[in-house]
């Protein structure tokens, strides 16, 4: 079964630490994104990679960063916590385009609580 | 830019009975992609259903169809004989066919299926 990898489930970390997120997909895919879900807000992207060593911002970059060294992996990365970064995390990853309506395949997601 | 609503933040459906949940969405573009994804408690999203919007036919899944107004830029998921399992955040979301594959989502609606 395919799959979309999140390490952690639940995350609690201090103020000012640097914290990273990781994702690993298995499908081979070209497209691979970074989702934050809060209440009454939705999803909004952080930002997306396209290819190795690709990456484009979304729409609600500011504190963040990615890091895409391999196909198959995708990390977020939180420069330096702040507590309105506590939120659910979703990873997501899809095949290129000309492969019409293929959706996203999610993994778990990662809640995080910056204390 | 592209924008997704969904107007119903909660709802609730009597088990084996049939719920609309409502989409619209802007958009200046004439080729896209329409999904609605679910979220169980558990937190994986799913893919539900998807829609091309040069296919007029209504897209259908089993229990679950839409009714897609492309005129009227609404997307709307139905599910018939609610069961259980459909408890979940149900998801609206929105890809163009040219550019970056993103998907720009709506805020959500929680459904509760009462037995």
């Known amino acids: 079964d395919v799959k979309v990898t999140q390490s952690s489930r639940y995350l609690v970390k201090r103020t000012g630490e640097k914290v990273f997120l990781e994702c690993v997909q298995d499908m081979d895919h070209e497209n691979m994104f970074w989702y934050r879900q809060d209440p009454g807000l939705g999803l909004r992207l952080i930002y997306f990679s396209y290819d190795v060593k690709m990456k484009e911002k979304g729409d609600i970059p500011e504190g963040y960063s990615v890091s895409r060294e391999k196909k198959e992996r995708f990390s977020l990365i939180l420069e330096s916590a702040s507590t309105n970064q506590t939120s659910m995390y979703l990873c997501a990853s899809s095949p290129t385009a000309g492969t019409g309506p293929v959706g996203y395949t999610f993994g778990s997601g990662t809640r995080l609580t910056v204390v | 830019a592209q924008t997704v609503t969904q107007s119903q933040p909660e709802m609730s459906v009597q088990e084996a009975e049939t719920v609309t949940l409502s989409c619209t969405y802007d958009t200046s573009e004439n080729n896209y992609y329409l999904f609605w994804y679910k979220q169980p408690p558990s937190r994986q999203m799913i893919l539900v259903i998807r829609?091309?919007?040069?296919?007029?036919q209504n897209a259908t899944e089993n229990r679950f169809s839409v009714n897609f107004q492309k005129a009227a830029k609404s997307f709307s998921l139905k599910i018939s004989d609610s069961q259980l399992g459909d408890t979940a955040m149900y998801f609206c979301a929105f890809r163009s066919t040219s550019g970056t594959y993103k998907y720009i989502f709506g805020t959500g609606t929680r459904l509760k299926v009462l037995a």
């Open positions: 829609q091309e919007a040069y296919k007029q």
